[in-house]
């Protein structure tokens, strides 16, 4: 069976820098083809792609966010951690993280964030 | 605003067969397999089809998908009240080289 689980800080103030970390279990990051991709969802709004991490410690970015994000996997304890800098308020959103693999993404229940001082 | 783009609402009667649209371009649907979700709030969205009209183990087959050129569909038939809640479409993009989404669409069963 199949499990992400997103964990991190639920309210983090302007400025500050958020790190996520999702734990996984039912599969490797180490298998061929797998990644790991993060994205979130402001209330109300649409799902925004975020970041991807591939099983070659491949790296792709959201092209609006890049100069904001860092995404990075330990293997070994089979989480993938993003950090995401210089939070601002529009950044609140519920932040999933999702296994990709075969084309398709399984997903985590999510986690809601709130930037505010 | 989404990359890709599905109506917001969509109503039904039980029993009733309900089509949710989702529009794309070349980048994405145009030139890969068109994924379908049912999300229902606090909880991890759930994979519905794949691969344009592929259908997971356990997801009946009242709901069926179909693709043509930049568009992809979903079908709901035999509408039931447990069916009442959000679907978005999710594609790989080429251009972005990243996942691109539907804006989502509300089903509400009457």
Known sequence: QITLKESGPTLVKPTQTLTLTCTFSGFSLS???MNVAWIRQPPG?????LALIRWNDDEHYSPSLKNRLTITKD?????????????????????????????????GQGTMVTVSS | QSVLTQPPAASGTPG????????????????RTVNWYQQVPGTAPKLLIYSDNQRPSGVPDRFSGSKSGTSASLAISG???????????????????????GGGTKLTVL
């Open chain 1, 31 to 33: 298998t061929r083809d």
């Open chain 1, 45 to 49: 709004k649409a799902l925004e792609w």
């Open chain 1, 75 to 107: 293997t070994s304890k089979n989480q993938v951690v993003l950090t995401m800098t210089n939070m601002d308020p529009v950044d609140t959103a519920t932040y999933f993280c999702a296994r990709d693999f075969d084309w398709k993404l399984n997903w």
């Open chain 2, 16 to 31: 009733q067969r309900v089509t949710i649209s989702c529009s794309g371009s070349s980048s994405n649907i145009g030139s």
């Open chain 2, 79 to 101: 509408l039931q009240s447990e069916d009442e809640a959000d679907y978005f479409c999710a594609v790989w993009d080429d251009s972005l080289n990243g996942w691109v989404f």
